[in-house]
């Protein structure tokens, strides 16, 4: 155990700088320190005022000016370093805070008590989604597929889906071009800054490479670094992970603000010469920023899968020495999956109230994974819902896999439908088979 050191100070004795020094003296020491370092002070202005002090000197150590030879000639008497030592590590400090400032902690008094000692929730502070340009109505999809020989119709996909139109990416544009601008309409909302950002999760199953993660492309285009990024593929069950994975971490403390996306270009991995696949799916992105909170946000949470099912809904292919083995495209047996789906979305709604304490009659919305209008409208009426309080952006947006609970849910959201304070019921099932639920006040 480290011993303790108590300085005895007065107003104007010089607290502020003692303190700084001490900071400065811990990265010159260790360029790293400040990963796992809180400097408390009393107010908010009093913490960006610390801060700014510490990168501040940091500079002026590092460039050997005059201001900050103070610091400089008591960090050498506290750490005995070689004065060269001293700048070129001042140098690397300051480049390290810089990339990594989420994670350069000044707090109040009152946020470490909070921290520390009170119970930390996590809450949906702002959404954003993105579209292809392209909208490829039923009618136009129906004529581009009767050039190939395959009989469909505006009817017959209506009838049977709900679906009226999908937007379709253009064949260059990956999911990471369609996840930056969901991103950053979330953020914008949000209040947030790159910097910020302290984890980044994205939900694909489509992603740009076979590595890095999608996650990582788009840290690098939103100007993050530093902070912790990878994929979750569970397909359209994908967002629903992803969030539940954020809401942990936060909760555990391993993150203050998470960005969260789900991003598909389904439309790669269609066979447009199966009529019963091909109409249903479409691009598309949506993510949310979630931060800690000392008031609840999410809820509950519950996941489930079952590598039982994995034949019904699947893409089996894969890579090998170059070249594609296997089909690399969508296969699904419908019927199974629209009799699983029904069943396992009321299993996990009726979960995820008990954990969370609820009922189906605080649930002021569900936002469903838009796959099917009739799976939708089954499950509210297993819950006793009516149709009236079902978030379906299906007719528009077609299956977008990952991507259809964010922008079911930003959708709802810019148009006024759901409000702060109010309780949704997020929901999804998708290959695997996976499936899982979220319960949240907004």
Same mark, same amino acid.
């Given at each position: 155990m480290h011993n303790l050191t108590v300085y005895r100070?007065?107003?104007?004795?010089?607290?502020?700088?003692?303190?700084?020094?001490?900071?400065?003296?811990?990265?010159?020491?260790?360029?790293?320190?400040?990963?796992?370092?809180?400097?408390v002070t009393f107010t908010n202005k009093a913490t960006e005022e610390m801060k700014?002090?510490?990168l501040t000197q940091l500079y002026g150590i590092s460039r050997g000016l005059k201001e900050s030879k103070p610091y400089l000639d008591n960090i050498r008497l506290l750490t005995s370093l070689d004065k060269n030592v001293i700048i070129n590590n001042a140098k690397y400090a300051l480049s390290e805070l810089v990339h990594n400032y989420s994670y350069f902690r000044v707090e109040t008094i009152?946020?470490?008590?909070?921290?520390?000692?009170?119970?930390?929730?996590?809450?949906?502070?702002?959404?954003? $989604?993105?579209?292809?340009?392209?909208r490829v109505s039923n009618d136009e999809l129906a004529a581009e597929l009767a050039a190939r020989g395959i009989e469909t119709?505006?009817?017959?996909?209506?009838?049977?889906?709900?679906?009226?139109?999908?937007?379709?990416?253009?064949?260059?544009?990956?999911?990471?071009?369609?996840? *930056?601008?969901?991103?950053?309409?979330?953020?914008?909302?949000?209040?947030?800054?790159?910097?910020?950002?302290?984890?980044l999760i994205v939900a694909t199953s489509t992603p740009d490479m076979v590595f890095p993660a999608t996650a990582a492309i788009v840290q690098r285009q939103l100007g993050i670094a530093g902070s912790p990024a990878f994929?979750?593929?569970? *397909?359209?069950?994908?967002f629903i992970y992803a969030l539940t994975v954020a809401d942990a971490m936060i909760r555990a403390g391993g993150a203050r603000?998470?960005?969260?996306? +789900?991003?598909?270009?389904? $439309?790669?991995?269609?066979d447009f010469n199966d009529r019963t696949t091909c109409v249903l799916f479409g691009d598309g992105a949506g993510a949310v920023v979630l931060e800690a909170s000392d008031t609840p946000g999410i809820l509950a949470t519950d996941l489930h899968a079952d590598g039982r099912h994995v034949d019904i809904l699947c893409v089996p292919g894969h890579v090998s020495g170059g !070249?594609?083995?296997?089909?690399?495209?969508? !296969?699904?047996?419908?019927?199974?999956?629209f009799k699983l789906a029904v069943s396992l979305l009321d299993k996990t709604a009726r979960a995820v109230l008990e954990k969370a304490g609820k009922t189906a009659a605080d649930v002021d919305w569900l936002i469903p994974h838009q796959a099917n209008l009739r799976?939708?409208? +089954?499950?509210?009426?297993?819950?006793?819902?009516?149709?009236?309080?079902i978030i379906v952006t299906l007719q528009e947006h077609g299956n977008t896999s990952a991507a259809s609970i964010p922008l079911a849910l930003d959708h709802a959201v810019r148009s006024g439908q759901v409000r702060p304070g109010q309780t949704a019921l997020l929901e999804g099932v998708g290959g695997g088979f996976t499936w899982g639920s979220v319960l949240l006040t907004l």
């Open positions: 100070a007065s107003a104007g004795s010089g607290k502020t700088f003692t303190l700084a020094v001490q900071y400065i003296r811990l990265l010159i020491e260790n360029p790293h320190a400040y990963r796992n370092t809180l400097a700014m002090r510490i009152d946020a470490f008590f909070q921290t520390f000692f009170m119970t930390r929730y996590t809450r949906i502070t702002g959404t954003g $989604s993105f579209l292809p340009a392209r119709s505006d009817a017959w996909i209506t009838e049977r889906t709900g679906i009226r139109a999908r937007h379709f990416a253009d064949p260059a544009t990956p999911a990471s071009q369609l996840a *930056v601008p969901a991103a950053q309409a979330a953020m914008q909302a949000a209040g947030a800054q790159p910097q910020d950002i302290d984890l994929d979750v593929q569970a *397909v359209c069950s994908g603000r998470a960005l969260v996306i +789900g991003a598909e270009v389904f $439309s790669r991995i269609l !070249h594609a083995l296997g089909t690399p495209l969508l !296969h699904m047996d419908g019927q199974a999956v799976i939708m409208q +089954g499950t509210a009426r297993k819950l006793g819902l009516p149709p009236e309080k």
